[in-house]
């Protein structure tokens, strides 16, 4: 199941809504305060600027820039480059946008989408690390995507060099999909020798960004960027990071974003453990394999669909062997009888016992009754 | 300041007690057991063998040991070879006796100590680790021991093959103390390749055991010894292990006796680095370097003395530079007046009152009034 296709052209509304995502200085929060203010981006781009700056924090500057805006940002051309492109575009409130994104407090105004996004892509993990990752780093990175790639799960990560490049191709190599979010425009990918690998990341998952298709990268980016890859997921895995450096902003991110994080320990005398040291400190998980994630994962904002044919509604279900996969499937959220599920699955009622108990320790199904079990 | 010196000969009270310590069999809890029902170790040996078995847990077969004791335990032998030997012999009510282990559940009945405990051996940390250490747990052992040496902390540790071993040298390198608490008698170090170092040991600090003198290493004495070297501390570092080794039981003991427990993290790839992590996931503090472990240290039991003439109260006090470690000295734990500290340190009083305020967050001191502060 793919993004919902794309409109070929926008009406006035969206067309507003896509200006006002791009326009320069008008970050999330004075989104949300002007579409409060005015209620719709159509009426924010029609109002004065003496009105603008009736909403907190905007002053003459900003107000000209809001003013501006379909001059500055260049509406029309960027547009024309994503339908050239095949580029998809998502506004918060339409199918295909990620809901796990959504459910931020800043969530991007607009996403540019080179690939596609999946339903299953709500199952994801973020990986993210150094630039500068050790070898000790880079197979942590690639041992880690690769198994949860296997598993089921996208890796999200920023396509920077070091260990996010790592997480992307092990990924891909694994067969499984990844997302690469990007802090430029997704045909501007950065940095430059990662041209080809947003070409192969295109084919297997998804190559995103909020700025502007064209947008070179700039610094101040980054950081803000960086809130997309832990909002993408479930978690965030750190690998090998600096004492300061983005991933632990991206861990910071999860973090406030109630979403895991999850730090990979190394040498204490290697530089590039000092990061996921620190978020050791602060309360991370300590991970060493794929399933000390998926153990710490929690439900899924809904349902989505798995390898084996049925659905996952929490992450350690991608753990279970073929019996208790197929017990779970026979089990309702609102509840079944133990005969039911064992008929359904066409096995003896003592294995449904067993394996229930399984679930029930994993935290998967509950009892309802004595002869009822309910999925969680 | 030294162990009070061991009196030549023991009256019968003493005879009697170390015997009850000796005793096979009569452990930790039975010895409470029985000297809360007959007042006295004299008193349970006078007992009959159907008065004794009203203890809960004694039958037939420990009445029969502690009957036997007299002759089993050839108390005369080893007191005469305690003597012939220098050994000092402590009993839990004598001064001498490690107050932080008089202070576990199941301290000890009795201490063979080789070597001297000294005053300052109160402000101990356990190293403690695996026997197949690599070259990077070896390292980390060495390192952190030679700076809780340098800061005036004795290290104590088992005197095992690999971590246990270098963390002895090593803090004995670095000019400080060290202390070696064994499984089998003192006069029987294990392992033998290690008979060297004990008398090395002997120089430059302790080594001690509860078994007889000349007992030899019983594998299921192991276990047992560790609640010592874990209660002779403040806290105990695990620097490398295995999921399942005396390493892990030390830690265990630590936590049971309140004391603080620290992990160094490693490798993710490292099979020696899978018990500390497991320590970490379950709590333990994630150690990088010493200072790691002196910020976390709780109070001491009583006033030790420090490197610099003064006295110290909280580990934590041996990171002060001179000028707070001369402003600290001057605050009494009643409370000083603020004039009079500067006026004691001949500082004028801007930079007392600068000094307090880094003591205060080092939660070393405390303002009890405008112009009052008290030592913690």
Redesign the interface.
């Known amino acids: 199941m793919t993004t919902v296709a794309q409109a070929p052209t926008f009406d006035d509304a969206a067309r507003a809504e896509i200006l006002l995502a791009l326009t320069p200085d008008v970050g999330p929060i004075l989104r949300t305060r002007l579409l409060e203010r005015f209620a719709s981006a159509e009426a924010i781009f029609a109002a004065s600027e003496a009105s603008l700056q009736e909403v907190q924090g905007i002053g003459p500057k900003i107000s000209r820039r809001i003013i501006g805006a379909r001059h500055e940002v260049q509406l029309d051309a960027q547009l024309a480059i994503a339908r050239e492109h095949g580029l998809t575009i998502l506004l918060p409130q339409w199918p295909g946008y990620p809901r796990s994104l959504r459910e931020i407090p800043d969530p991007p105004g607009v996403l540019f989408v080179r690939g596609a996004i999946e339903l299953a892509d709500q199952m994801a993990v973020a990986i993210v690390g150094t630039r500068r990752a050790t070898h000790?780093g880079k197979?942590?990175a690639e041992r880690l995507a690769a198994g949860l790639a296997r598993a089921g799960i996208t890796v999200v990560s920023g396509m920077a060099r070091g260990i996010d490049g790592v997480a992307h191709r092990a990924a891909m190599a694994a067969g499984g999909r990844t997302i690469a979010v990007l802090a430029s425009g997704v045909l501007n990918p950065f940095p430059p020798e990662h041209v080809k690998l947003a070409e192969e990341i295109e084919q297997q998952g998804a190559v995103l960004s909020e700025a502007a298709p064209t947008m070179p990268p700039l610094a101040g980016m980054f950081p803000q960027r960086n809130r997309i890859i832990s909002g993408l997921t479930m978690g965030t895995i750190v690998v090998e990071a600096a004492d300061r450096s983005g991933a632990l902003i991206t861990a910071r991110h999860a973090m406030k974003q109630g979403r895991e994080v999850f730090a990979?320990?190394?040498?204490?005398?290697s530089p590039g453990?000092?990061g996921p040291?620190r978020l050791?400190?602060d309360g991370a998980?300590?991970?060493?394999?794929v399933d000390d994630v998926l153990e710490e994962l929690g439900p899924l904002a809904e349902a989505a669909p798995d390898q084996r044919g049925g659905n996952i509604r929490i992450a350690a279900e991608v753990l279970l062997n073929e019996i208790e996969h197929a017990v779970l499937q026979a089990i309702e959220p609102t509840g079944s009888m133990l005969d039911d599920v064992a008929a359904n699955c066409a096995m003896p009622i003592h294995r449904v016992l067993a394996t229930v108990s399984v679930l029930e320790s994993r935290r998967l199904v509950r009892k309802v009754a004595g002869n009822r079990v309910a999925r969680i």
Chains 1, 2 share one sequence.
Do not use: A, E, W
């Open positions: 000790y197979k942590q990979v320990p190394g040498p204490v005398d453990s000092s040291h050791l400190r998980k300590l991970v060493t394999c």
